[in-house]
């Protein structure tokens, strides 16, 4: 068994475990009728980061093809770091234990000290912090090494998937991938496709593994039959969007800095690495504000319709 802290403002309640990643084990809002979960909840004594409920991703997020990549003049080998995934994923900011700085009703304040992986010899810091109905995440990261390195971050939250969920998150363009997932051609989002989020639609019924390019740093969720809705805020620019497809009970909607394996494009920076000197920092913010689907503005109502309305036109025979 592990440590877990808990936030509780009397609105919303959110789990973390400082030792397994940092890592959320469950955020659900306090209702009349009982909690209800906005992320997926995991299960008790759950070791395992990618059955819990979100986790921070640092130094990097999603994969780097070769097994590591050339920096300035020198190669970096970056081990396997996941059973099955053929190459390094995610950094290790979420496979290690965080340390606890600070704790308070509804705010906790973590860190994480590593230099195991060269050339990111970094300190992390980690808030999560409930404000009314809103959980508010910080991920900072500050480089100690003595070159520069390049450094990205993100958040990756775990949803349910029912059969109405429905995704609102407008972007210009998608990467397309190879069978190792990693990105081939960029291409622009044709209005009305099956991955055009822009006014709320139904996940894909096939598998999506891939990253959006040109958002503005909101979505929304919606679960029509659940009555719920969350929106995602966020200072990131890109998202991705998993799910092995209709037959799972998940999907992962994730806020990152940079494309993925931006450390072996000819500009790392113009995809999103940000190159830090020894003692430069750099963070995202992000938000998850949940509210019931009555209480939505028109406009995300409208979205919500859109949402309904691609999902039964789907079913039908």
Not at 55 to 67: F, K, Q, T
Not at 201 to 224: M, V, Y
Not at 278 to 298: C, D, K, M, V, W
Request: proline letters at 8%; aromatic letters at 10%; charged letters at 20%.
């Amino acid at each position: 068994m592990y440590e877990t802290l808990t936030l509780d403002n009397g609105r919303l309640r959110v789990v973390v475990a400082p030792d397994i990643g940092a890592s959320v084990v469950r955020f659900d809002a306090l209702t009349p009728e009982g909690p209800v979960a906005l992320m997926r909840p995991g299960g008790a004594g759950e070791g395992d980061p990618n059955r819990l409920a979100m986790y921070p991703l640092v130094p990097w997020s999603n994969r780097i093809a070769e097994g590591g990549f050339e920096w300035r003049g020198q190669h970096y080998s970056l081990a396997v770091n996941l059973p099955g995934e053929p190459l390094p994923i995610h950094g290790d900011g979420w496979q290690r234990a965080w340390k606890v700085e600070a704790q308070h009703e509804s705010e906790l304040r973590l860190s994480l000290r590593s230099w195991q992986q060269p050339p990111f010899d970094y300190r992390a810091e980690l808030t999560y912090r409930l404000v009314d109905d809103g959980l508010a995440a910080t991920l900072a990261v500050t480089h100690l090494g003595d070159t520069p390195a390049p450094y990205g971050v993100g958040l990756h939250p775990w949803f349910p998937r029912t059969v109405d969920v429905c995704l609102e998150a407008a972007a210009e363009g998608v990467w397309e991938v190879d069978a190792k997932q990693l990105p081939t051609v960029w291409r622009r989002i044709s209005p009305g496709e099956a991955w055009d989020f822009a006014r709320g639609n139904a996940l894909p019924e096939r598998k999506i593994d891939n990253l959006f390019t040109g958002w503005s740093g909101q979505a929304t969720l919606c679960w029509p039959r659940r009555g719920v809705a969350l929106s995602v805020i966020s200072s990131a620019s890109r998202y991705l969007v998993f799910s092995p497809g209709a037959q799972a009970d998940f999907f992962c909607f994730e806020p990152v800095s940079h494309c993925v394996d931006a450390h072996h494009f000819d500009d790392p920076s113009g995809h999103g690495l940000v190159v830090l000197a020894s003692g430069e920092s750099h963070a995202l913010h992000f938000r998850f504000q949940y509210s019931t689907i009555l209480s939505l503005p028109s406009l995300k109502r409208q979205a919500e319709a859109n949402c309904v309305a691609a999902t039964m036109a789907r079913s039908r025979p």
